[in-house]
């Protein structure tokens, strides 16, 4: 599990946003879940982390970037 917090904080640094905010564009987490899974007090299935890792390969952290100068035009 270490490893794939990892590549959520890798991914979100570089993309420019929170943690909360991938899980809640890739499958709907509710707020909480990530700092539940810091904390270790839970984990993800399987089955999530692979759809983390599919919405991360489809969704470049440009993607987020280009968001940001989008509202802000």
Known sequence: MET???????FCATAGIKPQRLLRDAVGA????????KSKRSSPTMAL?????????????????DRKRTVAA
């Open 49 to 65: 982390a692979d759809r983390v890792r599919v919405y991360i390969a489809n969704n470049p952290p440009e993607t987020y970037r």
């Open 4 to 10: 794939f917090l990892i590549e959520i904080e890798s």
């Open 30 to 37: 509710s707020w909480g879940q990530w700092a539940g899974w």
